[in-house]
């Protein structure tokens, strides 16, 4: 089975973000897909849910990781969800079905927004590059 990841925001592509060449280095961009959920701007960066509502996607990039344990490890650091931090971490690495542009699903791995949401400002769009907010 292949691993695969699931970005949405500042590890995207077009962000540039450093961070971005560590998941580059040791993986295979497969392509943009959507996952089902609501995204939110936490601060710089964005958090995104599970949904019930389909109508609700989140855009983002899939990539098929060629060291996983190696680069999930990196990625929980960046994250602030490995063991190093103390709970709640704000986020979790969780596996979820992601639907890619030609129609076909894959589970990947997505870092889940781990805190409350209330006072969150939602990106309708659900497009952390193209934020249509609310």
């Not at 969800?81 to 639907?99: I, W």
């Amino acid at each position: 089975m292949a691993d695969f990841l699931f970005v949405y925001g500042t590890l995207r592509r077009a962000c540039a973000h450093p961070m971005h060449a560590v998941l580059a280095a040791d993986s295979r961009y497969v392509g943009i897909a959507h996952y089902q959920g609501k995204l939110y701007r936490v601060s710089h960066y964005p958090g995104v849910v599970p949904s019930d509502n389909p109508a609700q996607q989140v855009v983002g990039e899939v990539y098929q990781l060629l060291k996983p344990a190696q680069t999930l490890a990196e990625l929980d650091r960046y994250e602030e969800c490995s063991a190093d931090f103390p709970p709640p971490q704000e986020y979790r690495r969780v596996l979820q079905l992601v639907t890619l542009e030609n129609g076909d699903s894959v589970n990947a791995w997505v870092y889940l927004y781990n805190h409350s949401t209330d006072k969150l400002t939602a990106i309708l769009s659900g497009d952390f590059l193209n934020q249509g907010i609310e």
